[in-house]
């Protein structure tokens, strides 16, 4: 299994590896609960990953809606047909089989991402079945998400200037001359947003756009001296971070965990 070598996400990234293997071994159906900043869900299907959900990155739903992909009435009839038929309806709005489950593998590589890079105080499982609005069609392979996440972990942890994802507040570069910088539009489209106020995090939520390459963005434009780390917590990600919560703990299927209490 591939691990984290920076100490800063070791433990986080353990505790679901632990979790993950040993629920697909026992064939799972249910939910395994990170608890902490921001958290996360990770839903199984007979040991395999569906989905992973944290309220620190955007779901599948998110990035289909404020990419512009589908509309909102199209979503709102996706959810209406229940969990084993949206790719029915939103192939009405464009978004086909591949591109839906390119989407949705997404979301749920960010989710992981955005639990490991916060805080983990808690990990247990709980064998109550629940439906991801919109489950990754056949499961996700545990090896390659283990390396997806590893691997994204690493590029972050090799970065000049790394931020954290929840809890930096950005905002532009006091004396940087935007007139004569040539940017891209992903630049653009981020240095829109960092007004002081919003993360790496926040600013995925707003653009629809995943956690994980607005994060590399956002350190690399630090780097490059065109954006700046504000001081203090980001508010808007403490509030806004309770959209997708784990549930309480059951009182079984508890996992053995040192918590981690530090972050990026």
Not at 6 to 22: I, K, M, T, V
Not at 140 to 168: C, G, M, N
Not at 184 to 204: F, K, M, N, W, Y
Not at 245 to 263: D, K, L, M, S, Y
Request: charged share 20%; with cysteine.
């Amino acid at each position: 299994m591939t691990g984290s070598s920076n100490p800063r996400y070791r433990a986080a990234f353990d505790a679901l590896a632990h979790a993950l293997l040993r629920c697909e071994q026992d064939r799972v159906t249910g939910t395994v609960n990170l608890v902490g900043a921001p958290g996360a869900v990770v839903h199984l299907r007979r040991g395999a990953v569906i989905a992973v959900r944290s309220p620190g990155a955007p779901g599948a739903e998110v990035l289909l809606v404020r990419s512009g992909r589908i509309s909102e009435a199209d979503w709102t009839r996706a959810r209406r047909a229940g969990p084993e038929h949206p790719s029915r309806v939103l192939a009405h709005g464009g978004v086909g089989a591949t591109e839906l489950r390119t989407v949705t593998m997404m979301a749920a590589h960010d989710g992981a991402f955005a639990a490991v890079t916060g805080t983990v105080e808690d990990c247990f499982v709980d064998d109550r079945p629940t439906d991801p609005p919109l489950p990754v069609t056949n499961g996700i392979d545990l090896a390659w998400l283990f390396e997806q996440t590893s691997r994204r972990l690493k590029a972050l942890a090799a970065l000049p200037f790394a931020v954290s994802p929840h809890r930096d507040r950005l905002g532009a570069a006091h004396g940087a001359d935007l007139a004569t910088t040539v940017l891209t539009a992903a630049q653009r489209e981020v240095l829109a947003q960092v007004v002081g106020r919003r993360s790496a995090r926040d600013i995925a939520f707003t653009l629809g756009r995943g956690l994980y390459p607005v994060t590399i963005e956002v350190c690399r434009m630090l780097g490059d001296g065109l954006v700046e780390v504000v001081a203090g917590a980001s508010p808007a990600a403490v509030s806004l971070a309770r959209a997708v919560a784990p549930r309480t703990r059951p009182g079984r299927a508890a996992i053995a965990f040192e918590p981690e209490r530090r972050t990026v």
